[in-house]
């Protein structure tokens, strides 16, 4: 598979449930074209606004996968929990062809409605 960025995936700490054992995340506060663009089109640009992004996506796309990840809230670092290999390889499946590069979000966002989110 091709570079996951702008998500690395590794294995949940073990104070985690062994349903969850793999984490995908993202450092959104390290990313400031990405925060920049959000910011231009009037969304957030922080963790919890990836989250509901994203979620968004999933759910237009993979509803069934929304059963396999968890997400965490809260801080500069995008999280979901994930049951394992193939929920991962689906999310990324899912969700890279509009975060995996700054125009693919430029596109995404320019079509969605800043009043359908919170974040």
Do not use: N
């Amino acid at each position: 598979m091709s570079s996951p960025f702008p998500f690395q995936v590794t294995a949940a700490p073990a104070a985690l449930s062994a349903d969850f054992p793999l984490v995908i995340f993202a450092d959104v506060g390290g990313l400031e074209d990405y925060y920049t663009l959000f910011q231009h089109f009037g969304f957030g640009g922080t963790a919890e606004s990836w989250v509901e992004h994203i979620q968004t996506i999933i759910e237009e796309h993979e509803p069934g996968l929304l059963d396999e990840l968890e997400f965490a809230e809260g801080g500069h670092t995008f999280v979901a929990y994930a049951t394992g290999q193939a929920a991962v390889d689906q999310f990324l499946a899912c969700v890279l062809p509009y975060f995996g590069a700054l125009p693919s979000l430029r596109k995404y966002l320019s079509q969605a409605d800043p009043e359908d989110f919170f974040a």
